[in-house]
């Protein structure tokens, strides 16, 4: 069954780093959490006001546990990480939920094209389609460092990721709110996203990060 979830938990993860979320206290691959969020919806409280120009912080999943042509774990890094910009050497699905700093915030999703029968991924959509972005999307005063936005982002502000189903996952909509007021951001129809429509129903690992660019 499609699920809502929402965090109950508060994290720090250091620069240049990254954490996931995991149903055992020890790493292990099949133990990654994995909720079916098709139909459903991902909501969590952030703060941006430490990220600045040049910064990005970041929440989204992919489709760790990530694997070689001989169906065996990728296990370079330690993590058995994958993404869809085959970042650590291997290629997966991947869905970026909020990736931002202070000024500005996107979502996008990136397809994969079909795995292998040992579940390896020769090749994905790495910059992305139908994304969703602040600057692009919204008004100008809509997200932004200060009490003259309606999302001021040097606060904690509070954000959902609905997953549309429509037989399939057709689209989305990214909504930040904070005291009383609240933006949203709707792809409206996706072939990216209905083209994800198997990762995000048989669930995706959670990753969280921050880097520079």
Known sequence: MPTSESSGSTLNIPFNNRGYFS?????DPTQFYKPNLLGGSF???VDMSQSNCGCIST???VSMPGKDQSGNYWNT??????D???VGGNYCPEFDLIEANMYTAQTTPH???SPSDKGFYNNCNRSGSCWQNTKNVLAYNDYGPGDQYKINTQKTFHGKIDFHNNGQFDSFTVTYSQDGKSVSMNTGECQETKNMTDDIRNGMA???SSWET
Do not use: H, K, R
């Open 23 to 27: 149903l055992t206290p020890t790493l």
């Open 43 to 45: 909501e969590f409280d």
């Open 59 to 61: 929440i989204y999943m």
């Open 77 to 82: 890094d330690g993590y058995y990480y994958c």
């Open 84 to 86: 869809a910009n085959q």
């Open 111 to 113: 397809s994969c094209n």
């Open 206 to 208: 959670f990753a969280f």
